[in-house]
């Protein structure tokens, strides 16, 4: 009798938008993950855990994926849901995979216990950390998993598995930085730079739609202050690096994290214990806890001096941080272009700066090298049909990704034709690209260029104002099939924008509320509208 072979497992299908080498390592990961209870399987399917256990977290039936919903309603909503989904819900529902991960897939891995790091949905912040720190302290009561256990001095930390050189954030490679242009014309109140990288020599290979990761350091005038704060050495040896290299470019100085506030409740007494205390539990004690960096709660407490190494073992880890790509690999082969921007801002007398944001836009020197990586679109990227028609949103820098698609457009010689509205607060100073699109208007490539400018009159006038305004002829390229993107902020914008869409389908489709909520609802569904948001 011959010897009995198990089919092959396969777990990540090839529809999934990663190259063969890319698919055969995950798919070895998760098969080494699940082991036994998936011996023989194939691909699970949506919501199927492995052995028929508990049910995993999957966009299909999460009804509280939605960005613009705060964390308590998401919870709420997913009261009654097993554990996955709970987790799930947890996220700031992006998609955005800055984490590594989508939401869905970030829950099931803390869930399966391939991941115990439980600060990397960087939209989410200390409240998706908190909750998910109280979920598996839940989960362990009801004995269902036991909570993870948090990395501590005496024990060594756990490396995440390194993935695809290049395509993960675990395994980043060095690219070289070559330009920064400055985006604003004089009189504008932002600052925002057009950043070039050369992939030269990489493995990184893109399509328009994808993000870039990038692992920035932090400003040096910072890193110094928290050492002279500390009363420390910058030259102090800790892990085999010093202490101002390690706070440059390894820990993440912005909001203090909550183990840093209970370190400094067991340096303190009395009434600024408490305070520590209610800070590191998620209270605002005295109405400043949005503001307090690493070195803000240093001086808040100024009576509460840690040693440099247990102070360190307090901080988050600094995390990269990801940027919608402004390029075509077939317009502009070899190398990656970025739409960023430099976060500024005073507080108490203070200058606080954006990490990447400001390494990008003015410490990083040209031809340096700085640690990248890919990550791939989940669902947002140009039709396949190249006749069919674009319409694309995004306003400020989220144009970066509609940049892209009209250069790739333009070097594809695409037939469909292409609308962009686009605004921001001065036509003077922060029309961006402006000349580009212009000649690409020109070329035929973007048949229509809807513009909007929030400073410019008596009144503000927003994207989804021209949307409304262009309703009839809007109406029209939709119900003649074609494609709808935004780009932007999750909360607000994109949350507009779809309500201009419900507003134009109710208007000129002659569709009563539901129905228009549904029409949009449908657009979701049959991948015709899909966003890129932040």
Known sequence: MSEHVSPPLVLI???????????????????????????????????????????????????????????????????????????????????????????????????????????????????????????????????GSAPAKANTGDAPKKEAALGPLGFCRENPVEATFLSRTRLNAPGGEKETWHIE???????????????????????????????????????????????????????????????LYQLLSLLTSGEARKKAQALSAGEDPDGDAAYLDVLGALHKFPGARPDAEVFLEALDELQPRLYSISSSPKADPGRVSLTVDAVRYNHRSRLRLGVASTHLGERLPEKTTVKVYLQKAHGFALPHDLSKDVIMCGPGTGIAPFRAFLRERAATQA????????????????????????????????????????????????????????????????????????????????????????????????????????????????????????
């Not at 989804?464 to 119900?479: H, I, P, S, T, V």
Request: with cysteine; glycine share 10%.
């Open 13 to 143: 299908p090839e529809t999934a938008p990663f190259s063969a080498d890319q698919r055969s390592w995950l798919s070895g990961y998760f098969a080494a993950l699940l082991g036994p209870a998936v011996e023989g399987a194939t691909a699970l399917a949506p919501g199927e855990s492995p052995g028929g256990a508990k049910k995993l977290a999957d966009n299909d039936d999460a009804p509280w994926h939605d960005p613009a919903l705060p964390i308590a309603d998401r919870m709420e909503m997913a009261k009654e849901r097993p554990e996955a989904q709970k987790l799930m819900a947890a996220m700031a529902q992006q998609d955005c995979g800055q984490c590594g991960y989508n939401c869905a897939d970030y829950a099931n891995a803390i869930f399966l216990k391939s991941e115990e790091r439980l600060n990397l949905c960087q939209p989410g912040g200390k409240d998706t950390m908190r909750m998910l720190k109280k979920l598996e302290e839940e989960f362990g009561a009801a004995g």
């Open 415 to 534: 037939p469909g034709r292409n609308w962009l509205f686009y605004g921001h607060q001065r036509q003077a100073s922060d029309f961006f690209y402006k000349d580009e699109l212009e000649k690409l208007r020109d070329d035929k490539v973007l048949s229509r260029l809807s513009l909007a400018w929030s400073r410019d009159g008596a009144e503000k006038t927003y994207v989804q104002d021209r949307m409304r305004e262009n309703g009839a002829d809007l109406w029209k390229w939709l119900e003649g099939g074609a494609h709808f993107y935004v780009c932007g902020d999750a909360k607000r914008m994109a949350k507009d924008v779809e309500r201009a869409i419900i507003d134009v389908a109710a208007e000129h489709g002659g569709k009563s509320a539901e129905e228009a909520v549904a029409y949009l609802a449908a657009l979701k569904k049959a991948g015709r509208y899909q966003a890129d948001v932040y």
């Open 197 to 259: 990288i050369d992939l030269t020599g990489t493995p990184v290979e893109y399509v328009v739609g994808d993000s870039l990761g990038l692992f920035p350091a932090n400003a040096p005038a910072l890193a110094d202050a928290v050492i002279a704060e500390l009363g420390a050495r910058p030259e102090r040896m800790i892990g085999g690096r010093t202490l101002r290299d390690a706070l440059l470019k390894d820990y993440a100085l912005g909001a203090a994290p909550d183990g």
